[in-house]
């Protein structure tokens, strides 16, 4: 088990996932106190999507609003700048 710091998980993120990918385990450290442990995925503990996201939301199909008022002058009425 490797160890490793929350800044190294930050920055590395993506060789580190591959790391677990490939079955690594490891201890993840703030300040130096251990605080929690990232590992592969046990084959028991199925969390595969069982209904993957739509390519497009429902409301993408909604028309578009428009207003005759820019959005600054709503925003300044709203603020009360007026």
Not at 57 to 66: I, M, Q, Y
């Amino acid at each position: 088990m490797k160890t490793i710091s929350q800044r190294e998980l930050r920055n590395d993120n993506a060789t580190i996932v591959a790391g677990v990918e490939s079955g690594e385990v490891y201890t993840v450290t703030r300040r130096g106190v251990p605080v929690g442990r990232l590992g592969p995925v046990d084959a028991e503990a199925d969390l595969r999507c069982a209904r993957p996201a739509r390519s497009r939301p429902v409301f993408a199909s909604l028309p578009r609003v428009t207003s005759e008022v820019s959005t600054e002058e709503i925003l300044a009425d709203l603020r009360g700048d007026r």
